[in-house]
């Protein structure tokens, strides 16, 4: 049987080929559709066009339209900024002395004895390894001098009558431990790497020593004997909370300790570093010092945030995205009913466009546009909001504001889902209103 | 003879109740091309579910409905559709005009879905609007024009498609005397240049220009010349 439905192509404003009708008047019928180039056909041009040519006739109501997703998205984009925000905030505050340190050390095993030995020791030129590192600040050498029966006293004259007691360690350390450690010099001045190098007898002395001792100045240049060696103290230092024993020893230059003492190895490092820096140092530090052997080097750096504060980011944030949510959800509510009710107030409109050839599917198609066309604006401009609160509250606080881009791309597109999600609903009940009763409504 | 543009046979159109409502009882028509039929009846004859019928809105519960020699019958939705698009054209008594959209954009909506050229969509459109004298109104909105113009809009968006039928539902139903003549007037030329105009009325002036009568009464029809 002859098709006289159509030429073979689809009719227009489908995509569709037709079904092929009964005909029988033969062929002296005249086709009832003509052919439609791909070009002529309803594109998307013109959906996005028919879908956006009323959004901005009603201003008030596509504001109110807007509200609930603006502030759904705004609200789960300042979460997740200002957990990102404050997450280096926190850093800084929970672990801001933790979390700038770092030591190196030889790695020690346990002998048949049960005590603790190194295995390998580190090099002299430690700290000039370690400062090429990105994210070194300062390093020093530090090593505990042993001084078994040894005396330090602050006269030379061995009083027999004197209590006895416990000399205070020795330490002995490169020029920089005292800065590498962030302490502060009470009054005189540090060691030098003149000093170290020239192995001249100084020492620094830990504020709570200094007073044990009795030295309270250091301009009528005071000594102090170590195993009787004289060492001139050239200064008092305090503020050690990162090694507070430090404050009831004696710090001399590792040059005089190991012309004085014996000392044969450097010991430790001890390194200030950058906020942040820990977990890549800690795998580039041993490599640094000891690269034939990096497993000979024991490295301890803080490994990110701390636990605690971990846990209360994620509680916080938790509760936040919650709220967001829900938030969210009213929003999309909010466009479902505006758009269900654009579906009641435009039954006249919908039975038009289907007298006018529309088929259901764009019907449907051109509801469901306009919802997310409406849920991506509501989303750009909740993207925005949010962006722009963590960066006022940010400046407010003093804070660095952070914010990952893909966090404000994200909310603009969960925007667009919010308005998809939102508009199926109205968009098939659209498609069922059938075109003599929308038309009979006037 | 050539092939009738219109042919029903033996419609029957009802709707189920309870009470099952019998709105169109056997009605048996034909309409060539150029024809001008008008339709009258009183209110609840059956005229408006005629006139579905015919437009491809409606379907007939028994008997068939032949266009262009067509069965429209075994039709799908979306070739309904499309028929409805190249083919027919609507005339309402509410004028069914877009309020936010200009004179112009209305006239060009039905060519969104007829598969006109898209280049000449707007010369189309500007050609319609001249022709119903409404040339110089194109970028008004239709809340600010009068009632014959907004009918005459009407008729524009109704011819720009070139269809071949024309279904006018109370053209004149919420116009006046002289708006209602212009717009007949209108509604002849277009029949001259080869339309087949089938008119819904209760008004017996305007039923009596045609030149075709079908008189309905409790879904029964009743031809007068």
């Known amino acids: ?442 | 003879m050539s092939t009738p543009l219109v042919e029903l046979r033996d419609v029957t159109r009802s709707f189920p109740g309870p009470p099952e409502v019998q709105a169109l009882k056997g009605i048996s028509l034909t309409v060539h091309d150029g024809d001008y039929v008008s339709i009258v009846g009183p209110s609840g004859s059956g005229k408006s579910t005629m006139l579905n019928i015919l437009g491809l809105l409606d379907r007939p519960s028994v008997g068939e409905y032949r266009l262009a020699g067509h069965l429209t019958g075994a039709l799908d939705e979306d070739t309904r559709a499309a028929v409805r698009a190249q083919r027919i054209g609507f005339v309402f008594q509410a004028f069914h005009l877009m309020p936010r959209r200009s004179v112009l954009e209305n006239v060009m909506m039905p060519m969104l879905y007829s598969g006109t050229v898209r280049g000449e969509r707007e010369d189309r459109a500007r050609q319609a609007l001249e022709r119903v004298g409404l040339g110089h109104r194109i970028g008004f909105l239709p809340g600010t024009l009068s009632g014959g113009e907004r009918q005459r809009v009407a008729v524009a968006r109704a011819v720009v498609t070139r269809p071949s039928l024309l279904l006018a539902d109370e053209p004149t139903g919420n116009l006046d005397a002289a708006t209602s003549a212009d717009v007949m007037e209108l509604f002849e030329e277009l029949v001259t240049d080869g339309l087949a105009l089938i008119i819904i009325t209760h008004d017996q002036a305007v039923a009596r220009r045609a030149s075709h009568r079908v008189g309905i009464t409790d879904g029964r029809a009743r031809t007068y010349g």
């Open chain 1, 1 to 442: 049987m002859t098709n006289h439905l159509a030429s073979d192509v689809p009719p227009a404003g489908t995509g569709d080929a037709p079904d092929v009708a009964p005909d029988q008047l033969g062929s002296k019928s005249p086709d009832l559709l003509h052919t439609v180039p791909a070009t002529d056909r309803f594109s998307f041009t013109d959906l996005l066009i028919e879908a956006t040519s009323d959004l901005g006739t009603r201003p008030g109501r596509l504001l109110m339209t807007l509200a609930g997703t603006i502030l759904g998205i705004g609200a789960l984009v300042a979460t997740i900024g200002f957990a990102q925000t404050t997450a280096g905030q926190l850093s800084k505050q929970f672990n801001a002395f933790a979390a700038t340190q770092i030591v190196a050390s030889p790695a020690q095993i346990r002998n048949a004895e049960g005590n603790s030995v190194s295995t390998g020791t580190l090099p002299w030129d430690a700290v000039q390894r370690m400062e090429r590192l990105a994210g070194i600040e300062q390093a020093a050498l530090i090593n505990e001098v042993p001084l078994q029966d040894g005396t330090v006293a602050a006269v030379p004259v061995n009083d027999p009558s004197a209590p006895t007691s416990a000399p205070p360690r020795i330490f002995a350390a490169s020029a920089g431990l005292i800065d590498a450690l962030e302490g502060t010099v009470r009054y005189g001045r540090l060691f030098d790497e003149g000093h170290d190098q020239r192995q001249d007898r100084v020492a620094v002395l830990g504020e709570r020593l200094a007073g044990n001792l009795g030295i309270t100045r250091v301009d009528s240049q005071p000594s102090i004997f170590i195993n009787g060696i004289p060492y001139a103290v050239v200064g008092v230092f305090g503020d050690m909370q990162q090694r507070s024993e430090l404050l009831d020893s004696v710090v001399i230059s590792t040059g005089a300790a190991r012309n004085d003492f014996n000392l044969t190895t450097p010991g430790d490092v001890q390194a200030r570093i950058v906020i942040g820096a820990g977990p890549q140092l800690a795998a580039q530090t041993a490599l640094a010092l000891a690269p034939d052997a990096p497993d000979s080097v024991t490295i301890a750096a803080p490994q990110g945030r701390s636990n605690l504060a971990e846990s209360v980011q994620s509680d916080v944030n938790l509760i936040f995205v919650i709220l967001s949510v829900v938030v969210l959800l009213a929003g999309g509510v909010g466009i479902a009913n505006v758009t269900m009710l654009s579906v009641m107030e435009r039954t006249g409109e919908i039975g038009l466009r289907r007298a006018l050839g529309a088929t259901r599917r764009q019907i449907a198609t051109q509801f469901v546009t306009e919802s997310v066309i409406l849920g991506l604006l509501g989303g750009l401009l909740g993207a925005t909001t949010g962006v722009f609160a963590v960066i006022a509250i940010s400046l407010s606080q003093q804070w660095t504001p952070v914010t990952h881009p893909l966090v404000a791309i994200g909310g603009a597109l969960l925007g667009a889902v919010v308005g998809l999600a939102a508009g199926s609903f109205p968009a098939r009940k659209a498609t069922r209103i059938e075109p003599v009763a929308a038309l009979r409504g006037g």
